[in-house]
C-alpha cells in the first residue's frame, strides 16, 4: 500500500510526502525529518507515520504540542485514509497519490501565501519550499528570483513565469511536459532544474544557482568598452557546444539559445546553458509574440530564420544558430542582426547576412569567424548538422591555436 500524507492548513499547505509501503515518514520541522515543515509551532521530530501491509500508523515522538487524529490527542494509533492529522498549525489528510501526470511534477500548492500582484511584490513570498529572496533577472517570459531552498538547505534560482504564458490547460500542460522532459538531465554544462510547480496564477521552476553573469551582461560591457578576445568567445563557444551536445544526446532541443540563457560562472569562467526546454513549453506564446506587431522582443536577433516561421521543424541546428549569433555578439559587441520595426527585425533575420566579424575586430581568427558565419548561415542544411560535427571543429581551431579546450 502506497499513501500520501496531503498538508491541507498550515505554513506548509499544498506540499506533500508519499509513504511507501514498509516505511517510516519522520514529520517534524527540523532537518533530521523527512517534512522539514517550516511551522514553529511543531517541534522538531513531532511524530512518525508507518505504512505496513494494510496497516498505518501515527505514533506522537514526545512533542510539545501533540499528535491530533481527528481532533482527538493520540500517542500510538491505527488510522486510515481520510482521517484528518493535526499537529501545531499544521494539518494533514491522509489519502491516495495521485496517479496523473502532474504529480511527479507540479505540486499544487493554491493555499500557500504569497501575494497575487506583480511579480516584484512575489519578493518574501514562498512558493513550494522556496522562499523568494529578491530578484536577479527579468525576461520576456517570466522574472528570475534568487531564492532558498528550506527543504534542502540550499541556494536556488526559481524562474516565475508572467500567468499569461500558462493562462489554459494547454500551455499548463505544455509547461508540465516540458518540465517532465528536463527533469532527468545531467550535465556540467546544463543549468541543472530541480523542481517545478504552480501556485494561484503562477508557474515556477526552480534551478541550480548559479553566481556569475549572463552573458546580454558582458555583451552591453563589450559595447561600451571594446569588444572581447576571440579566444575566450572560442572557450564560450566550447562550453555551450558542450551542452547543447548533451541535450541533444536526450534528444532535447533548447528552441531558445540566447545570451540571456547562458550564464558565465565566477568561480571558473565557464559558461552554463539555463531554461531549457523552457521555449518548448512557451511555443505558443512565443510564436504568437514574434507575429504581433508593435511588440519588441530583445531575443529575435538570437533566433534562427526558421524560428521565425510558423510550422516549420525545429532541431538541434537552429540551437547552433543561437550559438553563433551569440558568439558574433561577443565578437563585436552587437547582435548580428538589427532592425527599427518588429517587421524589419524579423525580415532581417531571414534575408540579412552579417557583417564579417573581422570587419568589425582585426583580431578575430579567420577560421574560427567562418565558424561563427556557417552556423549563421539562413538554411538549416547549410550549418553544422550536430553538436558533435561542430565540436570537432572547434577543437580543431584549438588545438591549432594551442588552447586549452578545458576537457
Known amino acids: 500500500m502506497k499513501v500520501r500524507l496531503n498538508v491541507v492548513a498550515g505554513p506548509a499547505r499544498g506540499r506533500f510526502f ?37 496497516m498505518i500508523t501515527i505514533v506522537d515522538k514526545g512533542s510539545r504540542s501533540g499528535t491530533y487524529v481527528n481532533g482527538q490527542a493520540v500517542e500510538t494509533l491505527s488510522v486510515n485514509k481520510g482521517c484528518s492529522i493535526r499537529i501545531g498549525e499544521t494539518e494533514f489528510e491522509l489519502g491516495n497519490p495521485h496517479e496523473d501526470e502532474t504529480t511527479t511534477i507540479i505540486h499544487p500548492s ?19 519550499p522556496y522562499t523568494l529572496q529578491e530578484i536577479i533577472g527579468t525576461g520576456n517570459s517570466g522574472m528570475v528570483f534568487r531564492a532558498f531552498d528550506y527543504e534542502k538547505d540550499r541556494g536556488a534560482a526559481v524562474k516565475v513565469l508572467t500567468p499569461s504564458y500558462t493562462s489554459d490547460d494547454e500551455q499548463r500542460q505544455r509547461f508540465v511536459r516540458a518540465m517532465k522532459t528536463m527533469l532527468p538531465v545531467r550535465s556540467d554544462r546544463i543549468i541543472r532544474l ?15 544557482f548559479i553566481e556569475g553573469e549572463n552573458l ?20 564560450v563557444a566550447v562550453d555551450i557546444t558542450r551542452a547543447l551536445s548533451d541535450a541533444y544526446e536526450c534528444k532535447i532541443i533548447h528552441r531558445n539559445v540566447t545570451p540571456k540563457n547562458i550564464i558565465r560562472r565566477k568561480s571558473d569562467a565557464a ?16 510564436a504568437q509574440q514574434v507575429t504581433q506587431p508593435g511588440q519588441i522582443l530583445g531575443d529575435i536577433p538570437y533566433l534562427a530564420p526558421e524560428r521565425t516561421k510558423a510550422n516549420t521543424v525545429i532541431d538541434t541546428r537552429s540551437d547552433m544558430y543561437g550559438l553563433g549569433a551569440t558568439c558574433y555578439a561577443l565578437l563585436t559587441g552587437r547582435s548580428p542582426i538589427s532592425g527599427e520595426s518588429m517587421t524589419e527585425m524579423v525580415n532581417n533575420v531571414r534575408h540579412q547576412v552579417p557583417v564579417p566579424p573581422k570587419s568589425i575586430q582585426l583580431a578575430v581568427d579567420e ?30 581551431i584549438g588545438k591549432f591555436n594551442s588552447l586549452d579546450t578545458g576537457f
Open 18 to 54: 508519499d509513504i511507501e509501503n514498509g516505511q517510516i515518514l519522520v514529520v517534524g520541522r527540523g532537518e533530521h525529518s523527512d517534512t522539514k515543515i517550516n511551522d514553529p509551532s511543531v517541534s522538531r521530530i513531532h511524530c512518525e507515520l508507518t505504512v505496513q501491509d494494510d
Open 110 to 128: 493554491e493555499g500557500v501565501p504569497f501575494s497575487r500582484g506583480a511579480l516584484p511584490e512575489l519578493v518574501g513570498s514562498q512558493l513550494g
Open 194 to 208: 530541480y523542481n517545478a510547480g504552480k501556485n494561484g496564477p503562477y508557474c515556477w521552476a526552480a534551478m541550480q
Open 216 to 235: 546580454a551582461q558582458e555583451i552591453e560591457r563589450i559595447g561600451i568598452e571594446g569588444m572581447l578576445d576571440w579566444k575566450q568567445v572560442w572557450r
Open 271 to 286: 559558461c552554463l546553458l539555463g531554461d531549457l526546454v523552457l521555449a518548448k513549453a512557451l511555443e505558443g506564446t512565443l
Open 367 to 396: 577560421v574560427f569567424q567562418d565558424l561563427v558565419l556557417k552556423l549563421l548561415a539562413k538554411e538549416p542544411e547549410h550549418r553544422f548538422q550536430s553538436p558533435e560535427k561542430l565540436m570537432r571543429e572547434l577543437l580543431q
